[in-house]
């Protein structure tokens, strides 16, 4: 795990993403107060977080359970003079204790699958003022024809993932509706995610050549990195944001 967190700790993002997404999701929410509260769950290092403090002059809670991007994110905020309007948290996603109908947008940005779509869309509700917005990104199928290697692939790293019309009849079900969807474009995989990484692996092979478990963290990455680039149209982060129905 540690190499795991070696490769991670000081990349630009915890997942694909990229600001002009998050601007992209952000303005399809026509319905806000000037001052919005925003829950950001599973924030990372926080690259999202910032671009909503950009975006916005409302206060933001972040929060994640990893204290060095939290570290990270609590240095950059300092740093930009943005501690009155952004809070960052050491909290679980699991129990998040916030007061019934406290916020105007949960934003969950590469996040939410940890927790389960469906799940968490029925969890976070409550906490969601009347007519508040989720916006999350979640991994997707984007054609229903997967080869067999990425089928068996995608069944053991995360067996849930569904296409987008079944996320968009779990949105109705757990009592929202639907404001926009769109892809990822496949840049937001790489610039600030799967590239950063792939330049700090050759390095790492290296550094623990003997170490079996660490070469198979690096392997894992290397892995996934290859199925995206081999099946990028297959599957993709998609940005859903729904209202409160
Ligand atoms: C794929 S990363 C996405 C990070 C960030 N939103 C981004 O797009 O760069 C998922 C994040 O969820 C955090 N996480 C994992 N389990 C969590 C939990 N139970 N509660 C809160 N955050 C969690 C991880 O530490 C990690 O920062």
Excluded at 10 to 20: L, Q, V
Aim: hydrophobic residues 40%; proline residues 6%.
């Amino acid at each position: 795990m540690d190499v795991f967190f070696e490769i991670h700790d000081d990349i630009p993002r915890g997942g694909p993403g990229s600001i002009e997404s998050t601007r992209r999701a952000f303005l399809t929410m026509t319905d806000l107060p000037k001052q919005p509260i925003i829950l950001d769950v599973g924030c990372g290092p926080g690259m999202q977080t910032l671009d909503l403090a950009s975006l916005t002059k409302g206060k933001i809670m972040a929060v994640d359970t990893h204290q060095p991007f939290l570290d990270r994110l609590n240095g950059t905020v300092d740093q930009q003079n943005l501690s009155e309007r952004v809070t960052v948290l050491n909290n679980d996603m699991f129990s998040l204790n916030f007061d019934p109908e406290t916020f105007d947008v949960i934003w969950a940005e590469g996040s939410i699958y940890i927790m389960g779509f469906e799940e968490a869309l029925r969890a976070w509700k409550p906490m969601l003022r009347k007519s508040g917005y989720l916006a999350a990104t979640h991994i997707t199928w984007l054609r229903p024809d997967p080869p067999d290697d990425l089928r068996s692939y995608w069944a053991k790293e995360y067996p849930l993932i569904k296409d987008i019309e079944a996320n968009l009849e779990i949105v109705r079900q757990c009592g929202y509706k639907l404001i926009a969807h769109f892809d990822l474009p496949e840049s937001d995989w790489w610039d600030h995610y799967y590239t950063p990484i792939q330049q700090k692996l050759p390095a790492l092979k290296e550094k623990y050549k003997s170490n079996v478990d660490a070469l198979a963290v690096v392997q894992m990455e290397e892995t996934e990195i290859e199925m995206y680039r081999k099946y990028a149209s297959y599957y993709g982060y998609v940005f859903y944001v729904m209202q409160v129905d």
